[in-house]
């Protein structure tokens, strides 16, 4: 054990930051076999000292602002969070010096990746960002390194706990969105203002990231459409329990030779899907490379343990030299590719409509759908209420989405529907 | 691109090595990209020069060990395969040259892995192996990095194509072993001598290799026990599917206060185990660490490509000098861990007796379980047939295996039993 430590300084010290100094005592004797020499604790920041963590010794900061400017460290651990703000200050700071940083904050990178990464270039410092990407799961590493090989064409996954929980806790339970929500929030699943889970724009920042690596090209926050959860229901779960399949928040970059699209949006999946028995806690990142084709990795995607691995690995690969550009080559060497046009994905759907049983409204849904060269796959209408409103389910075949919106415009126009269809994509490979 | 080329030599141009040599052709110009330097074939080596590969303007040898000996790479990729013989060979002469290896040969890593890695250190070269255990699925850089700040508990997986594709074929279409392996044969994805894959051996080698990096133990093949797939029959096989259960040969390495133990058997998995759906030529692999917990790894398991993206994985990781030592700590920090003693393993079982169906019979039966403190959960009998021999299947709550296997030897020895018990153990996590 010739090799001086590395030393290393946590900015934020709540549940990864935790987790984080947890592990690093814990297994200290084990990182240190495995790094050939010892991950050393130089100074710690947060705005009040949390008395449970192991920091004996261990210089404490509340500004993390200082411990950046003035602690020296090889590496800064960036656990504060929030896409600007003191995470990005102390950020740029250790970059500005030279000094490596590791961070689990999705939203920083899919903002400031790029303008972070050009520092780092500058300076000669490293940026890992393994932890911000479905928590536990080594799939920055695999997509930068252990898929080196391929030009991918896909990758797709579910990368958002929060909303895997809540859409698994509904179909387990059969109760609706804004209950089973409440829930999560009263356990600390989900965060009291949940926008940024629920609405899909954490999974859009994860998906920018994992787009970015994939394709080899800067990261596109704005290129990503996002759809969230709050519109799927119980009875969307029922509907789709019946028909075969699971709805589930899927992030979903693809790149072909009409452009990259890069969508988050609910989705059912067949029970065949490689994503589709993913529940709770879980995610899990679909790859499809031309030489490995398809592969799946599936882990915690979020809590202190399973994000403070990621951090971790990091700090083994920055402590043994494994170190490359940020986004696995040099930022000038990422190239812009074209979106594809909006309206021209194709998919299969699920259509929910409510309408008045009323004689003669399957004549103008049907004409709509067939005007449109929308081809149904499968109805189900149980019973008759007459004058009543009812649910009319239908999954149409692959169709161009421009195509399937004029249609659902006409339907949504017609006197006997009761609220605008609910629209939901089937996913297949 | 200031750097020199990697240089490349290739010995064995089967399947993989051709593979190889088409990847590094098509995506030269990425790879370039993604390394900083280009990568260069310097020489290749096979018994015929295979005409269809692009293989202009480089050396080609037909003896292995002349390019191994005479050709200046950097870094000889080694796809002959064998334990031993000229693969060792070449590898030997490589290391002892100071030159890195990548390696798809996981008998030879299984057999002589410490010794290669130990010639490696000594002479300042690198042995990458990712290639050796799931085809395409970054598995050994997963463990060897990705999770570097876990104490693994557990590894297992499905590691062998052939055998998945052989039990997955035979539940598909409800046919018998012998006749699905013939098919299997005739089609190129069992080899004319199907031994190493069917009875287990090929899963040993690679349990063995997973449970060195998972462990940080010495590979240690002799500790492997092994049970192949021979004598799961179509009949266990529809058993299997009415009580929820898919059948699957599975690599388990644990490590428990108990000990280490590496087994290879069939087992029946419910559908809601992770492994379940895993299907035909995919592999997939399962670890349990204390923070990360569980993650799964999934992709093809064999194959051309899949197996030629995972050796250029390595040759990335060389390129960029993310190098480290063979089994993720120099040999001298690997530790020998004690065995687990023989049949203290617990598991539950299914078991199928072939019995003549005569008064009393059960009574014999249960009171050898009894005896034993064996406690049965199911039991299916169908319909008579006096004095004919028909299935009776159990299955029995977890039990330790020594307890089991002095209950059938019980049962087994009772006038109305027609054959030996079928016994094949349940997995659960």
Redesign the interface.
């Known amino acids: 054990m010739s090799k001086s430590p590395l030393k290393i300084a946590i900015a934020g010290l709540g549940t990864v930051g935790g ?1 984080t100094v947890q ?1 690093l005592h814990d ?1 200290a004797e ?2 240190a ?4 020499r010892t991950l050393a604790l130089v100074g710690a920041a947060a705005l009040v000292r949390p008395p449970e963590l192991p920091l004996d010794g261990v210089p404490f900061f509340t500004d993390a602002r200082e411990l950046a400017k003035t602690c020296d460290y090889d590496v800064l651990v960036e656990l504060i969070g929030g896409a600007g703000g003191i995470a990005l200050e102390v950020v740029k700071t250790a970059l500005e010096r030279g000094r490596s940083v590791v961070t689990a904050n999705k939203a920083m990178i899919a903002h400031h990746g790029v303008e972070l990464a050009l520092i780092a270039e500058r300076t000669g410092a490293n940026i890992g960002f ?1 932890a911000s990407v479905g928590g ?3 799939i920055i ?2 997509l930068r ?7 991918l064409s896909k990758v797709m996954g579910i990368l958002n706990g929060t909303c895997n929980y809540i859409l698994t806790t509904m179909r387990d339970s059969g109760r609706d969105f804004a209950d089973v929500l409440a829930e999560a929030q009263a356990l600390g699943y989900a965060e009291a203002d949940p926008t940024f889970d629920i609405d899909g724009i954490d999974t859009a920042h994860k998906l920018a990231i994992l787009a970015s690596l994939a394709f ?1 090209m800067p990261v596109d926050l704005d290129a990503v459409s996002c759809e969230g959860i709050r519109h799927v229901s119980a009875l969307d779960i029922r509907y789709a329990d019946e028909l075969g399949y699971r709805i589930k928040l899927l992030g979903v970059a693809s790149r072909t030779e009409a452009g990259v699209e890069t969508r988050v949006y609910p989705a059912m999946v067949p029970l ?1 899907f ?1 994503l589709a ?1 993913v529940g709770g806690p879980f995610n ?1 990142i679909v790859t499809e ?12 995607g979020a809590g202190a ?2 994000t ?6 990091d ?3 920055l402590a ?5 550009p940020t986004f ?3 930022v000038a ?1 990422l190239t812009p590719l074209p979106a594809a046009a909006t309206g021209s994905h194709r998919s299969a759907y699920y259509i929910r409509l409510m309408v008045k049983d009323e004689p003669g409204v399957f004549a103008d849904i049907a004409a709509a759908l067939r005007d449109e060269k929308v081809s149904m796959e499968q109805i189900i209408q149980r019973g008759r209420a007459p004058e009543e409103t009812v649910p009319v389910v239908m999954t149409v075949h692959e169709t161009e989405e421009a195509a399937m919106l004029r249609a659902v415009a006409r339907i949504n126009a017609l006197a006997s529907i009761a609220e605008p269809a609910h629209l939901i994509r089937i996913e297949n490979l």
Chains 1, 2 share one sequence.
């Open positions: 987790g592990l297994q084990l990182l076999a495995r790094a050939g393994e536990g799961i080594p590493k695999s390194e252990g898929l080196a090989g391929n030009r080899t065949s490689p028995h899990a490379g031309d030489f490995v084709g398809r592969t799946v990795l599936e882990g915690r343990r399973p403070a691995s990621a951090v971790v690995a700090l083994m690969d043994t030299g494994r170190v490359g696995g080559v040099p060497d």
